[in-house]
């Protein structure tokens, strides 16, 4: 384990591959698991302000479930967590005319009609962060449905950590990002 602040890091993010292919997985992770992603507090107001915007890129289904329970649930682990449709997707998941699974809340941000990207844990899949008593838990969540995300960064080379720069910064900053770089160096070098 590595250890920036009050952080403990998983050696897997540093020496594992990772680069989303979504034309392989079809955004699978947005509609497979056991409950809806992991929502932080201060995102759980934000989902309700935002979903007036993003509603007419819901499903149907989708729309009827906000409607009875509203956008979030406490899941069976007491985790607070996107509502899902029939066990499965995420509330805010749309379909391009591929029949990509996406983000609605992503689409809407990227045409500039929010200005909240999605909640961070999706933006650090398939790194999950648990929070302990006094440290955080920087975790690789491996899943079969992203084996080609595995192979795309085997090929590429682009470890974990690599990939998902941009959302570690959001979640920890920049000067935490920057330390992990160098600690992934440190690492490495002793590895060979």
Request: charge should be negative.
């Amino acid at each position: 384990m590595l250890q920036i602040d009050d952080t403990l890091i998983s050696p897997d993010i540093i020496e594992e591959s990772f680069l989303c292919n979504l034309a392989a997985c079809k955004g699978e992770c947005c509609v497979d698991g056991d409950s809806g992603a992991p929502v932080e507090k201060n995102e759980v107001a934000v989902l309700k302000e935002i979903l007036p915007e993003v509603w007419d890129d819901l499903l149907p289904e989708a729309k009827e479930v906000i409607k009875m329970q509203g956008v979030i649930y406490i899941d069976a682990d007491g985790e607070t967590v996107t509502s899902i449709v029939k066990g499965k997707n995420c509330v805010f998941t749309c379909y391009d005319e591929n029949g990509i699974c996406k983000c609605a809340i992503e689409k809407a941000y990227k045409e500039g009609r929010i200005r909240f990207l999605k909640p961070v844990s999706c933006h650090l899949y398939p790194i999950r962060v648990q929070k302990y008593s006094g440290f955080e838990a920087v975790n690789y969540h491996q899943w079969s449905i992203c084996k080609p995300a595995r192979i795309a960064g085997k090929e590429n080379d682009v470890k974990i950590y690599r990939f998902l720069r941009e959302p570690l910064i959001r979640k920890f900053g920049e000067d935490w990002y920057n330390r992990l770089e160098f600690a992934a160096r440190e690492f490495l070098k002793s590895k060979s």
